[in-house]
């Protein structure tokens, strides 16, 4: 049974932070200290009691939204719009006062709680914009990406964390396909239609801009502008890695875009000594090169037997050079 694209981004993206972590960490990259808010410092409580937080943030969650939801339909539209505002208010109101504290394990509780409260907001601009104001889906979006966009660069602005991080590039992908939805939906009488199925244009309208803004954002956090790099940069790539797929199945070259995209990955991870970019570049090499072959070569064994081979000859070369140096260190040490 083939992976789902779904799981396979969760994979990737569980690769990439991770890998990038442990690179950044090996490097020296990633701030040390006490001070540095949201990164490991000295710890004063133990795990467990970091645990135990955590497990009381879950109960408050499942038992505020399991209260929430028996009443969600009888306190009104505006009513739900206002729970999921004084939410976003309480859980930021949480981030401020348990921020003051200087342990570690607390500084990364408050991240997680100003996390939350840029979701209540994004779903109070929802509903406040669909619901109660009646807006198109189109401009719902677009006003949610601006909503979180704004709120999320406020708070990473006063702690450059990495889930404020995380919720500042989610709202600057919201609004990226908000403004794409609004360039390509065509007007009409009264409000503007749904696009047509299988429309070209709206994907690579989608597909070029995310592309663009991945390389973008991996390009700010190298260049430690947006922090921190560990979080950012793997970002990036992973959006500009995948971005090219949703329209090359109506733009046969965007398979060319998507490629160079991951050899250029595969091949900054040689100097850089990164293997987590190493492994993400393969595997989306692999995705591209593979629907590529079942698009183009389904019909003939040539193409897919010379790729083989090709595949068979550079893991030799590969597989040679390595035992050469190894041999050439042998005795030199000798």
């Known amino acids: 049974m083939f992976i789902s694209p779904i799981d396979l981004v969760i994979v990737l993206a569980a690769m990439g932070f991770g890998g990038f972590y442990c690179w950044a960490q090996q490097r020296g990259l990633l701030t040390t200290g006490q001070a540095a808010e949201g990164e490991p410092g ?13 497990a009381g943030v879950i109960l408050l969650l499942v038992g505020g939204v399991t209260a929430i939801s028996q009443r969600w339909n009888d306190i009104g539209r505006g009513g739900q719009g206002g729970v999921l505002a004084a939410a976003a208010v309480f859980f930021f109101l949480v981030g401020i006062i348990v921020r003051q504290v200087r342990e570690p394990a607390i500084q990364r509780l408050a991240g997680v709680a100003w996390f939350l409260s840029v979701a209540g907001v994004a779903g109070a601009v929802w509903l406040a914009m669909y619901h109660v104001y009646g807006k198109t889906d189109t401009v719902t979006v677009l006003a949610v990406g601006a909503g979180v966009t704004l709120y999320a660069a406020a708070l990473w602005l006063v702690r450059r964390s990495a889930l404020q991080n995380l919720a500042l590039f989610a709202g600057l992908v919201i609004t990226i396909l908000g403004v794409a939805d609004i360039i390509t939906v065509p007007a009409g009488p009264g409000s503007a239609p749904a696009p047509a199925p299988n429309l070209p244009t709206p994907v690579l309208a989608v597909a070029l801009p995310l592309w663009v803004f991945g390389l973008a954002w991996a390009g700010l956090g190298w260049r430690r502008y947006v922090g921190p790099l560990w979080v950012t940069v793997p970002s990036g790539v992973i959006l500009a890695l995948i971005a090219p797929s949703f329209a090359a199945g109506h733009y046969g070259w965007m398979y060319v875009i998507g490629i160079a995209t991951a050899a250029a990955a595969m091949a900054a991870s040689v100097p850089l000594r990164n293997t987590a970019l190493l492994a993400l570049g393969a595997l989306t090499m692999f995705g591209y090169l593979t629907a590529v072959a079942a698009r183009y070569l389904h019909q003939s064994l040539g193409g897919p037997s010379a790729l083989a ?19 050439v260190a042998g005795r030199g040490s000798r």
């Open 309 to 327: 081979i090709t595949g068979v000859l550079i893991i030799g070369l590969a597989v040679f050079g390595a035992m050469s140096k190894a041999l």
């Open 42 to 54: 000295t710890r004063r409580i133990s795990p467990l009691t970091e645990a135990a937080a955590y």
